[in-house]
Structure formats: structure tokens, C-alpha cells
């Protein structure tokens, strides 16, 4: 730790009051140091780390962090601010700020020595002591290990110490082995023992895995000791990961798994009660994720055990509000519905562009299929197209259900799926479906099974029991009066003309460039995709869905354009993200404006906003038809009045471009940034508080 951090990477009179403040202070001491070559890259990398995930933790403790091309070696700078910093923890703001730089390349000891800083933060005797030493070189030898300053924080500091000896990594593995040896003997000698402590065996991931990773590890375990539980943790970070001894993971009583990323190996865990939360949960409230597995445990619930997901197909930690959870099993759904909607819809465009609109009355290949004749090609594209069509619902429906409950949730999902398309109740009825499906099998799994028919309830009596409920409702109780909602709002879309269907357009042109592929981009989508997910899409159906693609396309493109125009504006790291935007956009990739977008939201999401709306208005106005769901400018030829569905888009992009350029324009300018080649003098890349492009 030594060569990490010195008293000259260290501010304890931090007067930034932003986090893209913080990190830039701390950053140029790196960059006076030779630490960090490149001081705007370095600071965009830090940017789209935070951009996955705030790393503001309760406590006052800000955590930014990240590996860059532009470190030169690890390194660790501390700041104390007396006012606080915002870095989105849910008591507050910072105080104590912790920048880590880790190399590219970095090796797993200097990935072992930062995280063995990150369990330090989970000692409140650490922390205190950092917030009342008195100058720069005690507080980085307190970090380093050098001076404990308090006995009662003397071992725990000893840890890092020892992390920065000759060996860290192979001083950690040691540890951690003993840890698990130690463990494995317990449970031999106590399995059978009716009053051992209860057991739970937990894996903790963040997409970085040098911070959080390990400091959810830390506070599992302090919560464990502290209860009475005996917790043993597998830490999935940079430095890679020592499986769990099997013996342990058998004698457990539960699991909790605390990521950001997919858990590796996860079915070793499967048939135990299980908790399944993000990383920053298995931070701040341990102690209640223990008291949840334990009442999973009591009841008999036990996991399936599946492949490792992440947050969007999770129920949701449990502190979520209700909507939020909702957001994220339609959003599970709708990901996996996607690639579908993708695939089917192209090949049936591509059989209409080869053998006309008339290809849907075309025999079955089956009994009619001529090697030589184009026709037979495009009735083959469009017959296969919609077979992936006729999954949409069922798809859409029953990973809403294993977005709620888990594999146990996909039968009875699937199976509520296909009766809406059975009965008619398209779109809506797969959406019903799913959360019916979900709800009767987390209902289900709540009951208090004997111990002899659990091994049999995610196999057997789960799925019958669940489809039979869910076939039942969908059938019987809500099928018809959903149907007839479904009828309604196909009618209602039929029916638009004029200044309503311009004012739709409108709408629909707002929420694609709300949040860039987000939740509410994905509901203007799935709504468009829905329309045309019949093998005769209605007239305004196939608008609604050049209007959507049209807006999707504007954000990207008009960022690429702004970054061609005026680069001066922008800085070395975003005008590089140019270039790939333009890709993107031509693409029908709204994701590909998103890094603009998270450095400067103020002014790149209301400019894209605007050109969005315009374009679908003016794509309504002009009555453009999209029969494929994607494509970007590569299905063209199969729009309906394709010219002046170019015009459409290439308004909201001028549109989308004056605006961001005069919104940039007009701020603030900070002095240091380094002006696009052949734009003259350097230009200065961005405010102060601004945050760098991700």
C-alpha cells in the first residue's frame, strides 16, 4: 500500500461540491504525480462507472472508482470534505472520498490490497479515525496500515497492512482458505447438531469488482457475528474468485447472493432458501437480509436454482417500492420479448420486399416450395418470420413471471401467454398473464411445505398447480373483457388521422428520447411492436412503428453530427464516441447516445427530446409505414414513402444538434481542455461540475 497512496494524494480540505468536482480534484494529484496520463480520459472512465451504479455508501463514504487505460499504476487518493458530497448514498451525502485508480491490466495483488482498503471502510473506528487526524501524511500512513490510531482499530487496520507485504494476493488466498477449511470442520462436526448456529454461505459481484464487491462481503459477515450466524462469503471481484468448498455450501442453511453481474457456478447453490439482491443491499442492510433468509428458511421456500440474472430479471430488493419492482419484471419480459420482435419482424419484411405484400396468402412451404422461384424464398422468410412472431406474448409473459418468481414462474407464464393469443387478447392479455403468473407462484412458494414434497414442488406441483389457476382466470374470469380492451385500442389506432395521429407521433417521439433505451423508451417500442405483430398489420399500426424507429434514430445521430460540427465542445473521449454514434444511429441504437447523455443531461436529453418529438410528428404527417420492427436505414426500401421519412429524420437531427450546440455554447467554461484537431486554439471541454462523458 506503500506506493498507492502518499500525503501528496491526499486533500483533507476537499472544496468540491460535486462529485465530477471530487474526481477531477483528486485526479489532477494523481496527474502531478505521473499516476494518470490522460486526465479527461481518465475522468470519462470514472464517469461510466458511476454511470452503472452510484458509489456513494451510507456512512458519509463516497467510492469512485475504476480501471483506465490512462493509470499507470494502482492508486488511491483521499479527500475530506467539510460540507459533504453527493454521491447518491441513500443517508446523504459524503464526506470521506476515496478515488481508486486501477490500471487496465492491474495484477490480482494490487486488486487485493484495494479491496482489502474496501472492507476497511466497513470499520466505524477506521472511518472516525480519518475524519479527525490532522494532516495529509498521518492520514495516508492511517490508510496504508502504518499508524493504527486507536488500539480497538489496530486489527482490523492490520489486514490491509499485511495485504501490502510481499505477497498480498497469495496472503489473502491463504486466509481465505484457512477460513473455508476452518468452516468445512465446524459443519462436519455440528451438522447434526440441533442447536449449531444457523449457517448461510453468500456470493457477493459489482461490475467493477474492486469496491463494492468486497465491501458487501465485509458487512455480510460483521452483520453474521453479530447476530449469531455463521456467514461465509465468495467474493466474485477482479482479482478472481476461491469456490467455496463444496462441504460448505452443503451444509448451509441459506444463500444470499448480493451482485450487479451474473453470479458464476450458481446452480452449486440451488435447492436452498435463497435471497437474491443487489451488491449495494448486501452493503447497507445486511442484517435484514439475514433476517429474510432465515424466514425463508423457517418456511421451507427453497431456489431452483438458475442461471445468474441481473437487477432488471430480479423481483427487487426488498426496500423497492412497489412500482419499481413492477418496472423491472415488465422490463424482464420486454428484454427477453425483444430479439424476437427483432428477428421475426425482419424476415417478414424481407419476404414482403421479395415476393410483395401478397407473400401472406402464399400456401405453406410445406406443401409448395420451388427451389428456383423468388416466391417461394419469400414465403419460406415470411412463414418462418411469423412462426417467431407467434412467440411475442407467451415470451413477453413468461419471463414477466420469472422476472417475479424465478424459473418456477416460466410454465404457468408461457401458458398465460399463449391462451392471449388464443382468445385475442394480444398485448395486454400477455401483460396480465405475466403478472398473474408471478404473483400465483410467489403466493404458492409462501406455503409451508413438508420437507417430503419439496424436492418435487418446482417439478411437479408448482407448474400444475400454477397453470391450472393462471389457464382458469385468463379463460374464464379476465380473458373476455381484456380481449375487448385489446379490440378497443386497435380500433381507436385505426381511426387516427390528421392532428391526432401528428400529436401520437409527437408523444411517441418524446418517450423514445426520454431515457435512450430505458424503460419508457422500450414502452413506446413494445406498444409499436405489439401493432404489427399480426401477419396483416393495419395501416396505422406500420405509422406508428416508422415513427418510433424514426425517433429512435435522431439521438445518436444528431450527437455524432455535434461532435463533427463543433468538436471543440466536446472532448477528446466524446467525439471518439462520435464516430461509433453515427453507427448506432444509422442502426436504430438508441443506447448509442446514452454516454452524451450521462454527462450532460440538462442539455442532451431535452435536445433530444425536441428532435425526437418532430420527427414523429412529421413522419405521422407524412405517412410513413414500416412493416419491420428494426433495421435503422437498412430496411429503407421497405418503408412506405421512404423520402420523406428521410426528411423526417434528418430534421430532428438538425433540430436535435442546433440545440445541444447552443446549450453547450452557452455554459460555463472551464480552462485545460484540448481543442479537436483543426478547431484551432484549445476550447475548453467542459464546466467544472459538468460530469465527462461515459
Known amino acids: 500500500m506503500s506506493d498507492m497512496i502518499t500525503a501528496d494524494l491526499v486533500d483533507l480540505d476537499l472544496s468540491a461540491d460535486t462529485k465530477e468536482a471530487a474526481a477531477r480534484a483528486l485526479a489532477e494529484r494523481m496527474v502531478a504525480l505521473g499516476r494518470v496520463t490522460d486526465l479527461d480520459g481518465f475522468l470519462a472512465d470514472v464517469a461510466a462507472r ?18 483506465s487505460e490512462h493509470v499507470t499504476e494502482p492508486t488511491l487518493a483521499f479527500g475530506r470534505s467539510s460540507d459533504g458530497i453527493d454521491f447518491g448514498a441513500t443517508d446523504g451525502p459524503a464526506d470521506l472520498i476515496f478515488l481508486i485508480a486501477a490500471p487496465a491490466g492491474a495484477d490480482d495483488a494490487h486488486l487485493t490490497i484495494l479491496s482489502s482498503l474496501a472492507r476497511q471502510l466497513m470499520n466505524t473506528e477506521f472511518t472516525d479515525a480519518l475524519r479527525s487526524v490532522g494532516d495529509a501524511a498521518a492520514a495516508a500512513a492511517l490508510i496504508r496500515g502504518d499508524e493504527p490510531a486507536e488500539p480497538a482499530a489496530a486489527a482490523a487496520e492490520d489486514t490491509v497492512a499485511s495485504a501490502g507485504a510481499a505477497s498480498p494476493a497469495a496472503a489473502t488466498v491463504t486466509a481465505d482458505a484457512d477460513a473455508v477449511a476452518t468452516v468445512t470442520a465446524d459443519a462436519a462436526a455440528t451438522v447434526d447438531a440441533p442447536d449449531r448456529p444457523f449457517r448461510i454461505v453468500a456470493v457477493t459481484s459489482c461490475p467493477t469488482g474492486i469496491a463494492h464487491t468486497y465491501m458487501a462481503a465485509e458487512s455480510l459477515e460483521n452483520a453474521g457475528h453479530e447476530a449469531g450466524v455463521e456467514v461465509t462469503v465468495e467474493t466474485q471481484g477482479s482479482a478472481g474468485f476461491t469456490r467455496l468448498d463444496p462441504e460448505v455450501i452443503a451444509a448451509a442453511d441459506g444463500v444470499i447472493f448480493a451482485h450487479d453481474v451474473s453470479v458464476r457456478e450458481k446452480d452449486r447453490f440451488a435447492g436452498k432458501p435463497t435471497v437474491d439482491v443487489g451488491v449495494k443491499a448486501g452493503i447497507n442492510r445486511p442484517a435484514e437480509l439475514i433476517a429474510e433468509v432465515r424466514e425463508k428458511a423457517a418456511r ?112 404457468p407464464g408461457f401458458v398465460g401467454g399463449s391462451i392471449a393469443l388464443t382468445i385475442n387478447a394480444g398485448f395486454l392479455g400477455g401483460l396480465a398473464a405475466g403478472l398473474i403468473a408471478g404473483g400465483v407462484v410467489i403466493a404458492i412458494q409462501k406455503v409451508n411445505i413438508p420437507a417430503a414434497l419439496r424436492g418435487i414442488m418446482p417439478v411437479v406441483v408448482i407448474p400444475l398447480i400454477s397453470s391450472a389457476i393462471v389457464g382458469f382466470l385468463m379463460f374464464v374470469v379476465i380473458g373476455k373483457p381484456i380481449a375487448e380492451a385489446q379490440k378497443g385500442m386497435t380500433d381507436w389506432l385505426n381511426s387516427l388521422s390528421g392532428a391526432n395521429a401528428i400529436l401520437l407521433g409527437t408523444l411517441l417521439g418524446l418517450m423514445m428520447c426520454f431515457d435512450l433505451g430505458g424503460p419508457v423508451n422500450k414502452v413506446a417500442y413494445t406498444f409499436a411492436t405489439a401493432g404489427i405483430a399480426v401477419s396483416d398489420p393495419s395501416d396505422s399500426a406500420m405509422k406508428i412503428m416508422a415513427a418510433v424507429m424514426a425517433a429512435g434514430m435522431v439521438p445518436p445521430l444528431a450527437m455524432a453530427l455535434a461532435t463533427t460540427v463543433r468538436g471543440k465542445l466536446f472532448n477528446q ?8 454514434a453515427w453507427v448506432l444511429g444509422a442502426s436504430f441504437i438508441s443506447e448509442g447516445a446514452i454516454p452524451f447523455a450521462a454527462a450532460d443531461p440538462l442539455r442532451v436529453i431535452p435536445a433530444s427530446m425536441a428532435g425526437g418529438a418532430i420527427t414523429g410528428a412529421l413522419s405521422m404527417a407524412f405517412g410513413a409505414t414500416l412493416r419491420a420492427p428494426h433495421g435503422g436505414i437498412f430496411v429503407v426500401p421497405l418503408i412506405g414513402n421512404p423520402l420523406l421519412y428521410l426528411v423526417a429524420i434528418a430534421a430532428g437531427v438538425c433540430v436535435t444538434t442546433a440545440l445541444v450546440i447552443v446549450l453547450k455554447g452557452m455554459r460555463k467554461q472551464a480552462p485545460g481542455a484540448t481543442a479537436a484537431p483543426g478547431e484551432g486554439t484549445a476550447a475548453p471541454a467542459a464546466e467544472t461540475k459538468q460530469p465527462v462523458a461515459a
Open 50 to 67: 458511476e454511470a452503472q451504479m452510484p458509489t456513494g455508501l451510507d456512512g458519509g463514504i463516497g467510492i469512485p472508482h475504476c480501471r
Open 300 to 411: 421451507g421456500e427453497v431456489s431452483s436454482g438458475s442461471p445468474g440474472t441481473t437487477p432488471v430479471e430480479r423481483t427487487g430488493d426488498s426496500g423497492e417500492g412497489y412500482g419499481t419492482k413492477l418496472r423491472k419484471w415488465l422490463m424482464s419480459g420486454v428484454s427477453y420479448m425483444v430479439p424476437f420482435v427483432a428477428a421475426g419482424g425482419l424476415l417478414i419484411a424481407l419476404g414482403f420486399a421479395i415476393g410483395g405484400y401478397k407473400v401472406n396468402k402464399a400456401p405453406s412451404v410445406m406443401d409448395h416450395f420451388l427451389w428456383t422461384q423468388a416466391d417461394s424464398w419469400a414465403a419460406l422468410l415470411f412463414q418462418i418470420g411469423g412462426v417467431a412472431f407467434g412467440f411475442l406474448v407467451p415470451v413477453l409473459a413468461g419471463y414477466i413471471a420469472y422476472g417475479m418468481a424465478d424459473r418456477p414462474g416460466l410454465v
Open 573 to 580: 473521449t466524446e467525439r471518439e464516441n462520435g464516430k461509433a
